[in-house]
């Protein structure tokens, strides 16, 4: 599956389908890391049988908060931000913009330990109904194994993102 970029008019509509599209690539790719568990081992692995409970978050509504995190690589320009907030609002939600978006830490928005304590921490948060990633990198794919995914599952949330953070999404 290809991970589009985002368009600041899109719809609703549209995003709904993206995000559809995300869920059911995630499942078709655990039922074939299943089959493969089977073939391999004669059973399913405990990492497919849990893979296959797939968690669906409520839909988004207007006036539901949205996190903006950046668990990949920084912005390049701190504009992005702006946009990607006014972009929220559009959509008629309200933004709440990440504490560590804009650090500095090579080509990655903070450390991984910043960088993923924006992401569990609106993850825990309540108010917040989904989570949006502003760009993409290769800083995704190293808190891949540091995420609590137990917090994930206690309370399901829209998490939307591209290019690395497809790692995280599956």
């Known amino acids: 599956m290809r991970c589009e970029t985002f368009d600041h008019k899109m719809s609703r509509r549209s995003l709904v389908a993206l995000a559809s599209k995300a869920a059911l690539f ?3 790719s655990t039922m074939g890391l299943n089959t493969m568990a089977k ?6 692995s405990a990492v497919a049988e849990r893979s296959l409970q797939l968690l669906k978050p409520r ?13 990949g690589g920084r912005p390049h320009n701190p504009a992005t931000i702006s946009l990607a907030v006014r972009v929220v609002e559009d959509m008629g939600f309200k933004p709440v913009v990440g504490e560590n978006v804009l650090k500095i830490h ?7 330990e910043e960088r ?8 825990q948060d309540e108010a917040i109904a989904g989570i949006f990633c502003v760009g993409g990198g290769y800083g995704a794919l190293r808190l891949v194994d540091k995420v609590d995914y137990e917090v994930i599952r206690k309370q399901p949330k829209i998490f939307a993102g591209g290019d690395d953070n497809c790692h995280l999404l599956l």
């Open 59 to 71: 839909p988004l509504k207007p006036g539901d908060s949205v996190a903006l995190v950046c668990p």
């Open 106 to 112: 090579g080509p990655m928005a903070g450390t991984d």
């Open 39 to 44: 073939a391999k081992t004669g059973s399913s």
């Open 26 to 28: 995630s499942a078709v």
């Open 116 to 123: 993923l304590s924006d992401l569990l921490k609106f993850w």
